[in-house]
């Protein structure tokens, strides 16, 4: 393994990691497409902070998405309070036009410069991991860093707004600060992301290994821990799969290893999982059809172990 | 069919292309976004138009062409697996609906974007999916009737007619099922049925624009035409005329800016759609921003204005009355709640002649004033009346209601709350309700000077 490779390594899997920490009060808060609407409100950022530098230097470059993108959260929690327009369409119309005019802003700079930053641009797009340098993965790690210790500091408060943020508010937290604050975790997250996975799948980073971690678990430690590993492990093998084969982009590779685990938790894990429950339905209907004494006994043992287990979602 | 004018140059032709085909993908989008849009459904859109990228490779990947047709049926098919998955996870998987989707899409996506970079040898790009083909749509022509239009334009104006003709046919089905999904259920329209042959369309739609603005732009072109008249018209009808004009002038528009400045046209489609969106966003009549603040400000103001006639007209009640009744302008102020609404209400009250200077700094109410303080405080004790006869309230819980109500009680009301308070003429505070019968003379006459109310400290403004 080469030097290169181990580099690359070493920043998709943090990367990975801190996008399934995030991710998982993302998910949890139904926030998943979000990360999709900053993820696509990130380009025209990208495209201005070039042509203000005049070259590309990527923390200034990430600055400008991060601007861009905190705009588009804002303007889609504009519309959604101001106007009749619902957060769904909130959230298309400014995935569609900040997009729109981030392609506009591109193919402007691509006329205006002769030498190879087209390249550079559109690896913002399907995203690039074969240009990472140490001082990218510093970078993500230096950001990831911060991102773990908010969720550490700030853990209790983000679980009750996560889970009940009506209840946050009675209860007096400042649950909208709350809200904005792990908004820009999000919005954080997936621009450090933008890079190498690129603006159309960052938000998968995002949204599958939480989705596949609250299939194993249903208490949010265990969860964020299991996002956080499944993260990792997703951006690794996606890496080293890319790098074995040609014709296989990073970006996507990732995101499809992200997509197995997924399937893979859907339909194996214990409790939550698809044969977990279809056996379970089988038998129930099996003990309240054909009941023997025996059965009976055990079927009114997981029904009442079940009710016990709610409480701690 | 014509020829072209002589003085068009071949730009120009080019340009008339470009436009037409900007036209006709927009306005398909437009119609189809305006269903989107009603049903709350505009993510799915948004996860379609990017998984149908999959179904473009699949379909490449069993033909073998880059031609439309099995492009469309590979789309047609991954569109409505997209929809089926996204709800199929969100019921049996107990995922989130939007993580569902998420999932979904973009797993799709990256299946699609891998799939196509092992075509390296064909004409069958990321590129073109990503920015669009607009701008060079005119120079992939095909000869019909012995004249050059656009390749595109062999599989966009199909789409168009039989979007036309989807809408047109099932008009009924998509509106109510648009607006009332539950009622379109109970009337046994298959509300599964149209949704799956609405989700068949949707792709279709996307796929054919998609060759136009690409895959992301497309989004745009489905939800901001739609979304903009979304917010100048509550009609269905006039709701698709105005996307579809939105959409042609985003065509237009974006087509010209885009030669003039020499940038992707698709994005400045998209650009010149949410500029649209955005101003009708602040100015539109009725949803606009600027139209709900200043309603919103016009409202408080007229409740403000009637606060301090109301006081004005129970201290007049209070006293003697031959003796003028007395408040300064700070009082006035005090009473309407203080702020900057309220003091901008006493000079708003005495232009409207609603109030005048009496001696000194003090101010009283005019004969019009009067009239309208009187009306103020008739519906305030009708509805407290109202609020005893009918409910369990102590006597303490009616007031603010009262005077939260006063305010939206016209003349209609008002005489059929007597009559439902069987013309009582005492409040349950023991007030007399004023204005009871226009004969028996002004209430003036007939006011009981009552005693201190039991209903709370804060004087003139209770009761």
Redesign the interface.
């Known amino acids: 393994m080469t030097y290169t490779t181990l580099v690359v390594l070493a920043g998709t899997s943090l990367l990975g990691a801190c996008s399934g920490l995030v991710g998982c009060f993302a998910?949890l808060r139904?926030?998943?497409?979000t990360g999709?609407a900053v993820a696509?409100a990130a380009l025209p950022g990208v495209c201005l902070a070039f042509l203000v530098l005049g070259e590309r230097r990527l923390p200034e470059m990430l600055l400008g998405a991060l601007i861009t993108g905190l705009l588009g959260i804002a303007t889609v929690s504009a519309?959604r309070h101001?106007?009749?327009?619902?957060e769904?369409?909130a959230?298309?119309?400014v995935?569609?036009?900040f997009?729109?005019?981030?392609?506009?802003?591109?193919?402007?700079i691509q006329?205006q410069t002769t030498t190879g930053s087209k390249a550079g641009l559109d690896s913002y797009?399907?995203g690039k991991t074969a240009g990472m340098i140490v001082q990218d993965v510093i970078l993500i790690g230096l950001a990831s860093a911060s991102c773990l210790a908010v969720v550490l500091l700030l853990y209790k408060e983000f679980k009750v707004v996560a889970f009940d943020p009506g209840f946050a508010s009675v209860q007096g937290w400042p649950a909208f600060r709350l809200d904005l604050l792990l908004m820009t975790l999000t919005a954080v997250t997936v621009v450090i992301g933008l890079p190498s996975v690129g603006l159309?799948?960052v938000?998968?980073l995002?949204?599958?290994p939480?989705?596949a971690a609250?299939f194993w678990t249903r208490r949010l430690g265990a969860m964020l821990c299991l996002a956080t590993f499944f993260g990792g492990v997703i951006g690794a093998v996606g890496t080293l799969v890319s790098a074995r084969y040609h014709?296989?982009?990073a970006?996507?590779?990732i995101?499809?290893v992200?997509?197995s685990l997924?399937v893979i938790s859907?339909f194996f894990a214990p409790r939550?999982g698809?044969i977990a429950r279809i056996l379970r339905a089988r038998r129930t209907n099996w003990e309240t059809f054909a009941p023997g004494d025996e059965a009976v006994g055990v079927a009114l043992a997981s029904r009442v172990g079940r009710h016990q287990e709610r409480p701690d979602v | 069919m014509f020829d072209w004018p002589a003085f068009l140059s071949p730009d120009a032709r080019i340009d008339f292309w470009t436009i037409l085909v900007g036209i006709i993908s927009n306005s398909t989008c437009a119609v189809v976004g305006c269903f989107l849009v009603l049903k709350r459904m505009c993510l799915l859109g948004d996860a379609i138009s990017h998984s149908v990228l999959a179904g473009i490779a699949l379909a490449f990947l069993f033909s073998g062409s880059t031609t439309e047709w099995p492009m469309f049926i590979g789309a047609l098919f991954i569109g409505l697996l997209t929809s089926v998955l996204t709800q199929t996870l969100h019921t049996f998987g107990q995922v989130g609906e939007d993580s569902s989707m998420g999932v979904v899409f973009t797993s799709l996506f990256a299946l699609g974007v891998i799939l196509i970079g092992q075509f390296r040898d064909v004409h069958l790009d990321t590129d073109c999916v990503l920015y669009g083909g607009i701008d060079t749509v005119a120079l992939d022509s095909i000869t019909v009737l012995g004249r050059e239009i656009p390749r595109v334009l062999r599989s966009m104006v199909p789409v168009l007619a039989i979007t036309v003709l989807f809408v047109g046919l099932l008009w009924k089905e998509l509106k109510i099922s648009a607006f009332d999904p539950v009622l379109s259920s109970a009337m046994g329209i298959g509300a599964a049925t149209v949704h799956f042959l609405f989700m068949g369309l949707v792709s279709v739609v996307t796929v054919s624009s998609l060759q136009a603005v690409g895959a992301i732009v497309v989004v745009a072109m489905l939800i901001v035409p739609a979304a903009t008249a979304h917010l100048l018209t509550d009609r269905l009808s006039r709701m698709i005329a105005w996307a579809i004009a939105v959409g042609v002038v985003s065509a237009i528009g974006g087509c010209l800016l885009a030669r003039n400045w020499n940038v992707n046209a698709a994005g400045m489609m998209a650009a010149v759609a949410g500029f649209q969106f955005f101003a009708v966003a602040i100015v539109a009549p009725r949803y606009g921003i600027v139209s709900k603040f200043s309603n919103n400000f016009r409202l408080s103001l007229r409740i403000v204005t009637e606060d301090v006639i109301a006081v004005l007209f129970r201290l007049e009640e209070g006293r003697n009355a031959n003796a003028a009744p007395v408040a300064s302008r700070e009082q006035c102020i005090r009473f309407a709640g203080g702020g900057m609404l309220a003091r901008l209400a006493i000079p708003l009250l005495r232009t409207r002649g609603l109030i005048e200077l009496a001696s000194g700094k003090t101010l009283q109410l005019t004969q019009r004033g009067r009239e309208l303080g009187e009306s103020l405080v008739r519906s305030h004790r009708l509805w407290e009346a109202f609020l005893d006869e009918n409910f369990q309230l102590p006597a303490d819980h009616l007031h603010e209601p009262a005077s939260r109500i006063e305010h939206y009680i016209g003349p209609e009301l008002q005489d059929r709350l007597a009559e439902a308070v069987e013309r009582r003429d005492v409040d349950p505070h023991g007030k007399t309700i004023p204005g009871g019968s226009k004969s028996a003379g002004s209430s003036k006459s007939t006011t009981v000077p009552s005693k201190p109310t039991s209903d709370g400290p804060s004087g003139p403004s209770q009761g």
């Open positions: 998910v139904g926030r998943a497409l999709d696509h519309l101001m106007t009749r327009i619902k769904d369409a959230i298309g119309i995935l569609g036009v997009y729109g005019v981030g392609i506009v802003l591109s193919s402007f006329k797009i399907l159309v799948l938000a998968a995002l949204i599958i939480a989705a609250r014709h296989m982009p970006g996507p590779t995101v499809l992200g997509t997924f859907l939550r698809f």
